[in-house]
């Protein structure tokens, strides 16, 4: 087929392969509701209690795990080829030849063996993620719905609607629930909620009577189907895009394969809608490959190589939700630089001489020197590691660079996340490495893994034998047990309430004296900021930024680390009940942070959900305290009695105590310290100062302690 000289710039290509992926979204989202609503309809709930009932959690997982290999799925597999189809009519639409030259080639439109088994690849690659992230989820809704007492039937029901979730999407349900129970006012900001209930919750608030069981109930399972709707429709954006985009790439290299071009005709360059909403590293790969690149070659990015938008090789987060298009076109045999009858234009001439100053040296950005940290490492490290450190202070990575070799890489498990010392592996069982919760946790296994590695070089230091040096598995966090023993008192000094633990029978007891100081202090932030009422949180509010500056703190920052001291998006400061709740939050979080009132801060301003920004403090307290104070997460005490027994056990250079430490209350084993390490570099590495600064603020010998440790490592 001769094919027409096209006049067709890059944005109207752009627009060319939006509008067909556009076409295929809510197609691939229905079919994806389509399928979780078959899968719940035919798994009844008192199957799923019966198997709670006996314990057999493996047949649960099963039970749901054997309908993603069947018929439930065929429309979303039948919509990710649609998708692939509009993708070859976007190629053709656009496709021309450069410098006007025409050859005879064929695009068609449709399916060939190679499409056909790319989209079975999309389709079979999406139903695996998510089986697995459906085993997460049920086995996340199982052990919180245990642990608060619930019968068999409410789990049940609970695992059902979950089908489709992530576990941090279902953790935000919980949270929804919560709230509605509690008549919390900010139930009625949650985005996802069903706002024609919102004057029946109001009532119920202002009133102060509790809704039923059966209004909640509804509730929340409005707002988890709604959820539901919210992730088919961004894995249709995701896949839409992956599917139109691919197919070009896929119908291009079939073309090669076949003889019918020459590999180096195709030249692909990077086009963005241009709109606002593009994300800062793809409004960056245009100029970071100012000349495109060819068929076999990925573009640069700041997030790593990346062959198409979409591209399920590249990270997740240079992918989900992407809105660019690769504009490719072919380029003319005969300007081919081999073909005999090539036209070579004469070289231009030499340029005159120009006396100049020296060129300044070149500025190395954060993302390449964040690039050049993987650029050494293995597939797998840059695939599965790097992610979590991409808004880490590049300064901070050198450790990484260095001794972070993770030659054992990373394991994807059932369950649970470890780090494997002698290995040198990571396990994980969350595969979102574009997830908060994904991030934090790799960050703090990867801390075990320095903790681990660091040591070899400090026993070398001190004179050990070279085969203990090779295969020693402690860690260098136990020479900090003094200080994390320091800092655990202070901790108890500071306790306001009785402390609620899940570890010990006798929770730690409030310090004298600690709850009054609190308040005190309080108030008297209150008074100097003007907040008296609502009708004076719009001044206040104004004020806060200040107040956060002084102590060092980014107020930006810290809504990340406690989203509740925010506001909405969009919303300005005026007098309304939000703003007054947000400016009282942020007040709590300064005097939590002043007067080291960790007990508020976990407990009333932060619900430490899996993946947020305070877990690791969460679980330090534990650590430190040895659970006497305990949150929401951390080992349980018998976990740090393990290592306790491990330790007074080794001698291996005849010092006992640089393995434990004894204090008047408690022996610290170097469990305690590992913990202590690996939260302590998941909020040195995390990019978020503020969430830092924080930790540094309970634990300041230990944090002191550990930063030398790694600059002695560094030296």
């Known amino acids: ?68 290999t069947s018929t439930e799925w065929q429309p979303y597999g039948q919509a990710i080829q649609q998708a692939v189809i509009a993708g070859t009519k976007a190629t053709s639409e656009t496709q021309g030849i450069v410098n006007g030259a025409q050859e005879d080639f064929e695009i068609r439109v449709g399916l060939n063996p190679r499409l056909e088994q790319f989209a079975l690849t999309m389709t079979s690659t999406r139903i695996r993620e998510i089986d697995q992230t459906t085993r997460d989820t049920i086995r996340q809704v199982i052990q919180s719905g245990t642990t608060a007492g619930d019968d068999p039937f409410a789990i049940a029901r609970r695992i059902r609607g979950s089908i489709g979730l992530t576990q941090r999407q ?47 109930r509804s509730l929340v399972d409005r707002y988890r189907d709604r959820y539901v709707k919210y992730r088919a429709n961004v894995i249709g954006r995701t896949e839409s895009i992956r599917a139109v985009q691919g197919a070009q790439w896929e119908l291009f290299q079939d073309m090669i394969n076949k003889g019918q071009i020459d590999a180096r005709q195709v030249r692909r360059t990077w086009i963005t809608t241009n709109d606002g909403h593009v994300r800062d590293a793809h409004v960056q790969i245009p100029s970071m490959n100012p000349r495109g690149v060819g068929q076999a070659e990925t573009f640069s990015s700041p997030l790593g190589p990346i062959l198409y938008p979409g591209d399920p090789s590249a990270l997740a987060a240079n992918t989900i939700q992407c809105r660019c298009a690769v504009f490719a076109r072919i380029i003319s045999r005969g300007l081919l630089p081999s073909s005999p009858g090539a036209v070579v234009a004469p070289p231009p001439p030499p340029p005159r001489p120009v006396p100049s100053a020296p060129p300044p040296a070149p500025v190395i950005s954060d993302a390449e020197r964040r690039r050049r940290v993987w650029a050494n490492k293995t597939p797998d490290e840059r ?301 040195w590495t995390s990019g978020n100062a503020t969430q830092y600064a924080v930790f540094v603020r309970f634990f300041p010998r230990t944090a002191k302690a550990f930063e030398a440790m790694v600059e002695g490592a560094l030296k």
């Open 170 to 216: 279902e953790a935000a349900v919980n949270n929804y629930e919560r709230m509605l129970r509690a008549l919390d006012p900010a139930v009625l900001e949650r985005k996802l909620r069903d706002r024609r209930s919102d004057p029946t919750v109001a009532r119920a608030i202002s009133n102060d009577k509790a809704l039923t069981d059966a209004q909640v």
């Open 383 to 683: 695939l599965n590691v790097a992610p979590a450190f991409m808004e880490t202070d590049p300064a901070r990575m050198a450790i990484i660079e260095k001794l972070g070799d993770l030659k054992g890489g990373v394991k994807f498990v059932d369950s649970g996340a470890w780090h494997d010392g002698t290995a040198l592996q990571i396990a994980m069982s969350n595969r979102d490495t574009a997830s908060q919760d994904y991030q934090s946790t790799m960050r703090h296994e990867y801390g075990h893994h320095i903790d681990a590695v660091i040591d070899k070089y400090f026993l070398a230091k001190e004179g050990a034998p070279q085969t203990l040096v090779e295969n020693y598995g402690w860690v260098a966090s136990r020479r900090a047990l003094s200080a994390i023993a320091e800092d655990a008192k202070d901790l108890e000094a500071s306790l306001i309430r009785t402390a609620p633990t899940g570890w010990t029978t006798t929770p730690q007891q409030a310090a004298p004296g600690a709850a009054q100081r609190v308040d005190e202090a309080r108030q008297k932030l209150r008074d100097d900021l003007g907040l008296e009422d609502r009708y004076s949180a719009a001044t206040a509010y104004a004020k806060l930024e200040a107040e956060f500056t002084k102590r060092g703190l980014d107020f930006k920052e810290a809504q990340k680390v406690v989203p509740d001291i925010g506001l909405e998006p969009g919303l300005s400061p005026d007098n309304s009940r939000e703003t007054f709740r947000a400016a009282r939050n942020a007040v709590d979080f300064l005097v939590s942070y002043d007067q080291r009132d960790h007990w508020t801060l976990l407990t009333q301003l932060s619900l430490c959900e899996r993946g947020s920004y305070l877990v690791g403090l969460s679980d330090s307290i534990g650590a430190a305290t040895l659970q006497d104070i305990g949150y929401n997460f951390g080992h349980e005490q018998a976990y740090y009695k393990r290592f306790l027994t491990v330790s007074n056990s080794a001698n291996l250079l005849g010092k006992r105590s640089d393995f434990t430490y004894k204090s008047a209350s408690r022996e610290y084993g170097v469990g305690t310290s590992a913990q202590l390490f690996a939260n302590w570099f998941e909020a």
């Open 1 to 68: 087929m001769n094919i027409a000289l096209l006049k067709m710039t890059g944005s109207d290509a752009v627009a060319v392969f939006l509008r067909a992926a556009e076409g295929m979204e809510p197609k691939i989202a229905r079919a994806f509701i389509q399928a979780i609503e078959t899968i719940r309809v035919r798994i009844p709930a008192e199957k799923i209690a019966l198997l709670l009932e006996r314990r057999d959690y493996t047949s649960l997982e099963n039970a749901f795990s054997g309908h993603f």
